[in-house]
């Protein structure tokens, strides 16, 4: 059975993994704690800790073996190599995230995409053909799809994460400002960039106070 990790340390490892799958595009073999501290923002010593807990060992001048640490964390956090994802919306913002050459990088593949607009269907965006909304159960059953992406107008949003929760998806990238209504068995990430702006700007300005005061 798979150990249970606390939130905090799956959330860090998720940084390392991230961090060392673009260290080694950029041609690296070995990474230290310090590099995944500094690129994180964790102490050194804490990414230390977390890769020990998980069994995970470097070596002193070295650091740690790049491929091997992105598959052991994989392996813990239970990852696919790949998975196919469901994307609705095949305007701006979908043909941006379809035609997107990192997320193949990273093990997630942009499968199907859906539109509502007839004009649509059919259109290649991607490396994908544009199928209409209505094929979204089948297609996610026969490509086992448990991720969606939400790039629609905020009025079809609800809709559509009815038609997703329907089709077994279990993770939703909702890119739409609507707060959605889903079974607690699904999980709903918000993209909102005016979110991480207000933490910023949160930090920012507690700091202007301090420097203030
Ligand atoms: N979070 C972010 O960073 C961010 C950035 C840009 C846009 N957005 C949001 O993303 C969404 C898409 O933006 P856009 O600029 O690509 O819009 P867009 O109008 O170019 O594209 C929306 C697409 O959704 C399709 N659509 C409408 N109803 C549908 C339905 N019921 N089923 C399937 N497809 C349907 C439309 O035909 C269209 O192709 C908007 O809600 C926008 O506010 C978020």
Redesign the pocket.
Known sequence: MRTTLQPGLTNRLTKYLRTTQQLIEEGRDAVSSKELGDYTGINPVQVRRDLNAIGFSGTRGVGYQAYDLVEAVRDILGLRQTYNIAL?????????IAASTILPKRGFVIHDV????TD?IGRTVGNVVVKH?DELAKSVAEAEEIIGI????????Q??AD?MTEANIRVILN????LLHVPSHVDVH????TAQLMHTLYYLTQAEGQEAS
Request: proline share 6%; hydrophobic share 45%; charged share 20%.
């Open positions: 609705v919306g095949a305007g701006n913002l979908g043909s941006a859906f539109d509502a607009d649509k909304i939400i790039a629609t107008p905020a009025s079809a949003a809709h559509v038609l890119y739409t400002d609507v918000r993209i909102d960039p």
